[in-house]
């Protein structure tokens, strides 16, 4: 089995350092972006565009119902196409995920397909993308050869508003995303998608919304968007948590600000900050009571911690109820050294949340400072 990614550890409660001089190389996980957003947004002339200027490209296109027309759209490309048809790959094939995943991989090591450098996963229009997300995330095989790169989601400036009113997969879509591609502006009027771009910003604050035309992009905008950045083979922490975008749980909305109408109301993007180091194992308990209980209402999370008696930060982050392995930083990005954490949620309480993670850190420290006061 490869070697972990450079500067993926075990889960926490058991973490391996990251080493300064970790290297992308040929056994390193190849990155996976998942490519979301709503019928019509336009992924098939992106697709298109990127087969062209992003060669060895290993494609996943997902299909809704039994015919499969979307692939015969695609210009001719360097890297394989597998297809996964008859229905919504967040639910009736998400077990062929996995599996596709695992048959590229072998057929790049036999030399049966060109040696592709990367992956994009074209999700259904109508996809949720939180269990695709899953998938990448918890599989421990597909873990170990695939690492998520991003979630880059389309949005129809000419539609968009309404789908985003009457459709939750698409409201979804764009909370989660790390980038927003605002496809044709050059259709809309002005005022609409100046609205629309206030109401994407109060749903995902932190991503990038970048305009797309005819679905001409630089590829460069739409990689390296996680973690592990690997043209600069460095932990990138500071743009991917993004904490400063987000409104601390514990504040009033702006005034003057009114909540959007229908599915955007239940979703919201908040952060929490805590000053003092975390108890290890109030943090897991806190963690493991949302994963386990909240999985629905927990969409996404990132993080990075200060434990108690741990020189090195550590950054989490979590889909669902899967909490993935955390990473250890050789030192602090900043000069700042609190805990900071970003949470996108559907129907969960900033201050439940906040309440939750102060409450089992706290008490999980005042029990330890008594024992350590009564030791010899």
């Known amino acids: 089995m490869p070697p972990r990614a450079p500067g993926m550890a075990a889960p926490l409660g058991n973490a391996d350092p990251l080493h300064a001089d970790a290297r992308v190389d040929s056994h390193a996980p190849l ?4 490519l979301t957003g709503f019928l019509g947004s336009g992924k098939t002339t992106l697709l298109n565009h990127l087969v062209r200027t992003l060669p060895r ?27 996964l048809s008859g229905g919504c790959v967040c639910c009736t094939i998400s077990g062929s995920l996995a599996p596709t995943l695992k048959n590229l991989w072998m057929a790049r090591q036999k030399g049966d397909i060109p040696a ?18 899953d998938t990448l995330l918890r599989d421990n095989w597909v873990r170990a050869r695939f690492r ?44 609409r998608v100046a609205a629309l771009r206030e109401r994407l910003a109060a749903l995902n604050p932190a991503a990038d919304l970048i305009p797309v035309t005819h679905g001409e992009l630089d590829p460069a905008a739409i990689q390296n968007l996680g973690l592990w950045n690997a043209a600069t083979k460095s932990l990138e922490v500071a743009r991917w948590l993004k904490q400063q975008h987000y409104r601390p749980a514990g504040a009033s909305p702006a005034i003057g600000k009114t ?18 180091p975390l108890d290890r194992y109030g943090l897991q308990s806190a963690l493991g009571m949302l994963t386990s209980f909240r999985a629905e209402n927990l969409l996404r999370f990132k993080a990075i911690v200060n434990l108690q008696g741990d020189a090195q930060p550590v950054v989490l982050h979590g889909v669902q109820h899967v909490l993935y392995p ?4 050789d030192a602090w990005p900043d ?42």
């Open 116 to 133: 592709f450098e990367r992956v994009i996963i074209e999700t259904t229009g109508v996809a949720d993308p939180v269990p695709v997300l």
């Open 57 to 83: 490209t290993a494609i996943l296109m997902n299909e809704f119902g039994e015919v499969a027309l979307d692939h015969q759209l695609l210009q001719k490309m360097e890297g394989p196409m597998a297809l």
């Open 335 to 376: 000069g700042d050294h609190r805990s900071r954490f970003v949470f996108i949620v559907r129907d969960l309480e900033p201050a439940f949340v906040e309440r939750l993670l102060a409450d089992f850190t706290g008490a999980a420290r005042s029990q330890a400072e008594p024992d350590a006061l009564a030791s010899p």
């Open 259 to 276: 909540q959007p109408a229908l599915h955007d109301a239940r979703i919201q993007a908040f952060s929490v900050v805590l000053d003092t």
């Open 326 to 329: 955390e990473v250890r930083l």
């Open 148 to 191: 998520l790169d991003g979630v880059v989601t389309m949005v129809d400036a000419l539609f968009g508003m309404g789908q985003l009113d009457e459709h939750p997969e698409a409201v979804k879509q764009v909370a989660v995303a790390d980038k927003l591609l605002l496809t044709k502006i050059d259709l809309t009027a002005p005022d």
């Open 31 to 34: 990155p996976v972006t998942l």
